[in-house]
């Protein structure tokens, strides 16, 4: 992805003038969120899953995944589904995500074909949202999520970044079937609309990992932008 220069002094400028309004998702139990608008992100726990991560207002993309114990011939057993990218657009809230009680294999690896998960406000309002699992065919011992979703969010699938940048916000998205219920739901509907001419997602995202950074790499990003 390719900025000028001119585009990231304004977002400098802008940054240092202004504070970002911001959406904060939280993840349910056995939920860990691996990576936000196509960067992965580090544990905030001792279990190694991330439960929790500040996101800009509009159209995010999180890489999230589930793990459960499930009873099978008698003893509980840890599963853990796929990873799965969730798409879904909020402005200045806190957002819970979470799954519904699932105990058996059936219900488990029914949840893993996706449209199962749960998008919720602090006041209890369903927040709609896109979601598809990144199946990895064959045997694997682990896998490079940060390299899946690269080559995810390169490939013009609906819900990868570039996709859903150069969508028109104005008119929403394509809808979806949402399976737990059957019906179409237009999940990018809620909320503020957000027009293409006037959201910039290379410089949303700029902001939001800019906020992130430490005090020592915001200087390197000042000096390289300098040099450009």
């Not at 011939?73 to 990218?85: A, K, Q, R, W």
């Not at 998960?117 to 896998?143: M, N």
């Not at 059957?182 to 906020?211: F, H, K, R, T």
Request: hydrophobic share 40%; aromatic share 8%; glycine share 6%.
């Amino acid at each position: 992805m390719r900025f000028s220069s001119k585009i990231i002094c304004s977002v400098l400028l802008f940054i240092s003038t202004s504070v970002m309004a911001e959406v904060e998702l939280l993840a349910g139990s056995g939920i860990s969120i691996i990576a936000v608008n196509g960067v992965e992100v580090e544990s905030d726990s001792l279990i190694g899953n991330t439960v929790s991560a500040t996101l800009p207002n509009g159209i995010n993309q999180v890489l999230v995944n589930y793990s459960a114990e499930i009873e099978s011939s008698g003893d509980l057993e840890i599963e853990t589904t796929n990873p799965h990218v969730i798409v879904f657009k909020a402005k200045d809230s806190r957002i819970q995500l979470s799954t519904p009680e699932i105990t058996r294999l059936s219900d488990f690896e029914t949840f893993d074909k996706g449209q199962q998960w749960k998008l919720a406000d602090s006041s209890g309002h369903t927040i709609s949202y896109q979601s598809k699992p990144l199946i990895k065919e064959g045997f694997q011992l682990s896998r490079d999520y940060a390299a899946e979703l690269q080559r995810f969010n390169q490939s013009g699938d609906a819900l990868s970044i570039n996709s859903f940048a150069a969508s028109n916000r104005s008119s929403a998205s394509l809808p979806i079937n949402n399976v737990a219920s059957g019906v179409a739901i237009n999940p990018l509907s809620n909320g503020s609309v957000y027009n293409s001419d006037s959201v910039n997602l290379p410089e949303q995202l700029l902001q939001y990992w800019y906020m992130k950074a430490d005090a020592e790499t915001r200087e390197r990003f000042k000096a390289w932008i300098r040099n450009k």
